[in-house]
């Protein structure tokens, strides 16, 4: 995928989840190694010290965490590829002949999103790790005569469109990113990095989601009394098999002191003899020159 796009020609590295290493103090490296091993979840208290990326914890997620207890956030959020966010029905609609006779709001209006809150901390995100839903379906529909064969989706293409964002409240949100290309499909992971997001990346947020306006739509029949009733389901494209959030520590939403320290930066090797340094630069301090009139 091209680098307007995802990553470009830094793909493959990033992919990894964690960054390479190489020239950072001895003290650098213990924090980035701890910050990429483990899934930080409930029981103690998550360590927020230093400025090295970490994965952020993942005990108050949010979402349709509880709604009729048929989704539960924690599958996209546990580490496994195997279990997924669900699938979450946002509105039922019923005709008899053709005829409406109602429309419902379907039981799981809150499942097009999925993300975490930090519990008040502010964070500046720099990486988002996205693992779609397996190109199976979970929903097998009510025998009847006149129900068509269920229409697969093809998760990794219903992502596009799909954005990473952030919200100081949990209530209004800001787009980081928006998914222009498809996604690797499921077990693959891609990777979305700082430099790519928009510019309301240079802000610290206390709470991280994947949101996807997108939805599609499934149909069976019922047999009632008065024949048979068409039920038509609009659902949610948000269902994903994992969403990891990963950044840097701040003060405040406009602290971005822990960008200096990023990852990011060591992902460019020195310049080669007769290569115009400048350029060479640009690219070690990315998150600096992104967000640098806000540093």
Same mark, same amino acid.
């Given at each position: 995928k091209g680098g307007s796009g995802m990553l470009g020609g830094r793909k493959?590295?990033?992919r990894r989840g964690c960054a390479t290493a190489g020239g950072w103090s001895a003290a650098l490296l213990v924090g980035l190694l701890m910050g990429c091993t483990g899934l930080p979840g409930a029981g103690a208290a998550f360590d927020w010290t230093g400025c090295f990326e970490r994965q952020f914890p993942t005990d108050v997620p949010i979402g349709n965490c509880t709604s009729n207890a048929t989704a539960t956030c924690a599958q996209a959020l546990d580490g496994n590829a195997s279990t997924f966010y669900p699938v979450g029905v946002l509105q039922v609609e019923r005709r008899l002949f053709g005829n409406l006779r109602s429309i419902e709001t379907g039981p799981d209006p809150s499942s097009d999103s999925v993300g975490i809150s930090l519990s008040g901390q502010s964070a500046i995100l720099t990486r988002v790790v996205l693992t779609p839903h397996p190109n199976v379906s979970e929903w097998i529909p009510p025998v009847h005569v006149y129900t068509p064969p269920p229409v697969p989706v093809n998760w990794s293409t219903a992502m596009v469109g799909?954005?990473?964002q952030g919200s100081l409240d949990g209530s209004s949100w800001s787009d980081l990113y928006t998914i222009a290309d498809r996604p690797d499909n499921h077990l693959g992971n891609t990777t979305f990095v700082l430099a790519n997001m928009t510019v309301a990346s240079c802000t610290a947020y206390t709470f991280f989601r994947y949101y996807n306006p997108g939805n599609a739509t499934r149909t069976f029949f019922e047999n009632t009394e008065f024949g048979p009733i068409e039920v038509t389901e609009t659902f949610s494209l948000a269902s994903v098999a994992e969403v990891s959030f990963r950044g840097v520590p701040a003060g405040s939403s406009s602290d971005l002191s822990c960008l200096a320290d990023h990852p990011d930066? *060591?992902? !460019?090797?020195?310049p080669k003899p007769g290569v115009y340094q400048g !350029? !060479?630069? *640009?690219?070690?301090?990315?998150?600096?020159?992104?967000?640098g009139a806000f540093v």
């Open positions: 493959d590295l990033r799909g954005r990473i930066m *060591v992902l !460019a090797s020195a !350029a !060479a630069n *640009v690219e070690l301090w990315t998150p600096l020159f992104k967000c």
